[in-house]
């Protein structure tokens, strides 16, 4: 006779946590719209159709359970804009199933790293300056879509950008700025904003690429020599590795449901 499998614990009286703060509607809401994009609370009334009061605690729910965190906009330090800790989102996923069962703690979590999306995407990535978060996500997602990067006021490159890929095995000091002007008349699928100021001056493109905004904090912008603010790149480049890989997942599975669905 076969084993009963047990989670070696004593059954729990209550959900886990993550399904207690997604299990709401609203809150989940919430969660998917920030899985499509950085929005501010503004973005997410209207979005859900509720008053902010209400949308407002709920943001606080999802951001004491660490689920979503929150940044205050380069372009008006009035405006908070809310992320999707999709790492954390990914663990406490993951933990959840395994208090289901110890068979599931492995079936959820971060994206696999040989996820890709397809070469055939075309992703423009777009910052003030286009002289480290747009170059470095255009660099980290290179050879897996066909990205580019530019800058609404493009600025040289960081020495600190290309120490950040260098240290990735990512060469890219031959690289150059190129201001968004040069790309308007391009067609993208996917059209992404790392900056809050050029998110608010992002021309329309043609054929309606999808728009994301990722609020990423400048490493640029922070005082010190190079040696002093190479950790913030580093962290900077960290983060971009983290969303690209969960895009890049994202996209993969969009592409394999349209060619089931045209095969079907």
Request: contains cysteine; aromatic residues 6%; hydrophobic residues 40%.
């Amino acid at each position: 006779m076969h084993g009963v499998i047990t989670t070696g614990q004593p059954a729990e009286a209550c959900p886990p946590r993550f399904l207690q703060l997604a299990g709401h509607p609203l809150r989940w809401r919430l969660l998917r719209e920030l899985a499509c994009s950085d929005r501010r609370v503004g973005e997410l009334c209207e979005r859900a159709a509720q008053r902010q009061s209400l949308v407002s605690y709920h943001l606080r729910r999802l951001r004491e359970g660490g689920l979503v965190s929150a940044r205050r906009s380069l372009a008006d330090g009035r405006d908070i804009y809310y992320v999707l800790e999709l790492t954390r989102c990914g663990e406490m996923l993951a933990g959840a199933g395994a208090a289901l069962h110890p068979g599931l703690a492995s079936a959820v979590g971060s994206p696999d790293a040989g996820d890709r999306g397809w070469d055939t995407a075309r992703v423009l990535f777009l910052c003030t300056g286009n002289s480290a978060r747009s170059q470095m996500a255009e660099a980290l997602s290179y050879g897996m879509v066909r990205a580019a990067s530019a800058g609404s006021h493009p600025k040289a490159l960081h020495p600190n950008a290309m120490r950040a890929m260098r240290a990735r095995g990512i060469d890219v000091s031959g690289w150059h700025s190129k201001h968004l002007a040069e790309f308007t008349g391009e067609r993208f699928d996917y059209v992404i904003s790392l900056c809050d100021r050029v998110r608010e001056v992002c021309p329309e493109f043609p054929g309606a690429p999808q728009a994301i905004h990722w609020s990423v904090r400048d490493p640029a912008g922070e005082a010190g020599t190079d040696d002093e603010t190479l950790p913030s790149f580093e962290r900077t480049a960290a983060e971009l590795e983290t969303r690209i890989a969960f895009l890049l997942a994202a996209m993969r599975r969009a592409n394999d449901h349209e060619k089931v669905t045209q095969d079907a």
